[in-house]
């Protein structure tokens, strides 16, 4: 009996150990201040050098920081309501998941409009000259779903590739994440041709919010595994794989497919930072940066943010 409960102990202390250097190897976000409540960040830096940022939130929240640190609200990009998305809304104001970017002189803002646990979803674009609130003119629809299409119009990412052509990556569960090509003239789908990227066929499809990069000879894609939207309860994960190609196929560090439930765990709840995830990456002077949103111990969504180094061509949070 002493020998089993000796045992047990000493099965108790190794896994308490291991769960703390495990713990331990995720970095906490770096200083932030100001205004930080956001969900589903996306940053990008503008030509005057001062930084924009857009979220989950009643027709799509803005916030803007002059030195990536202090940041401030700045009011919603369509204060007088977003009637287009209603179909997909039933109403609601809130919309989902911006991805924004700046090209030829102006920002563009992909957006997700939908309802929990549908997939009777829609992606959208905007442009605007200054990225100010009520400053953004509604381009229309870019890709949707119905309840039996299998896939998940949310999550949009865009990203130009080596050679110019432009994608945007989306999706959420299902049958996963796709990528289709972008006419850069219009920011529509230039045809029908969805590219599968990542899935998880043996974990209920819990992956989301892909965010592509390119750094090297590689891209990178970003995904966010398990549960979002639960507080201080969530289990939200940031992961990583990467390929020679936009289109994958992308492997994590062991060599394992995304389309097989593969990524290489970058970031997990630690400490006071609950369920990281649905993370953005932009380019900096220091480098390339990662934001996304945690719950802290108040199950309130916080924004995060970290700078990313390269070791032989695979992403390090710091």
Not at 78 to 97: D, H, Q, R
Not at 182 to 208: C, W
Not at 267 to 290: E, K, R, Y
Request: hydrophobic share 35%; proline share 4%; charged share 15%.
């Amino acid at each position: 009996m002493m020998s089993l409960r000796k045992f047990a102990v000493g099965s108790m202390l190794a896994a308490t150990a291991v769960a703390a250097l495990v713990a331990r190897q995720f970095v906490n976000p770096g200083p932030v201040s100001g205004d930080l409540f956001i969900h589903d960040p996306t940053v990008v830096k503008t030509p005057s050098g001062t930084y924009l940022a857009a979220f989950t939130a009643d027709n799509v929240g803005l916030k803007t920081s002059t030195d990536r640190t202090v940041w401030r609200d700045a009011g919603a990009a369509f204060p007088n309501g977003a009637s287009w998305t209603t179909p997909y809304t039933g109403g609601a104001k809130n919309l989902w998941a911006p991805d924004l970017s700046y090209h030829n002189g102006q920002y563009y803002l992909y957006y997700s409009a939908s309802t929990f646990g549908s997939t009777k979803s829609a992606i959208f674009l905007a442009t605007s000259s200054t990225g100010a609130s009520g400053s953004w003119s509604n381009k229309g629809l870019v890709i949707e779903t119905t309840e039996t299409s299998g896939y998940n119009a949310i999550d949009p990412n865009l990203i130009v590739d080596a050679s110019g052509q432009w994608w945007m990556s989306f999706g959420s569960f299902s049958s996963g994440l796709k990528i289709v090509k972008i006419n850069s003239s219009t920011g529509k789908p230039a045809d029908n041709n969805l590219i599968s990227i990542a899935a998880r066929p043996s974990n209920g499809g819990a992956v989301e919010a892909p965010y592509i990069i390119r750094h090297g000879n590689y891209y990178y894609l970003w995904v966010s595994f398990d549960s979002c939207c639960k507080g201080a309860a969530s289990t939200y994960r940031i992961m990583v794989g990467r390929s020679t190609s936009v289109t994958g196929p992308y492997v994590d560090r062991a060599g394992k497919s995304m389309m097989e439930g593969g990524g290489t765990e970058m970031m997990a709840s630690h400490g006071s930072i609950h369920g990281p995830g649905h993370n953005a990456v932009f380019t900096d002077g220091d480098g390339d940066v990662l934001v996304y949103h945690y719950y802290n111990d108040a199950g309130t969504a916080q924004l995060g943010i970290n700078l990313i180094r390269y070791e032989s061509d695979w992403p390090v949070i710091y």
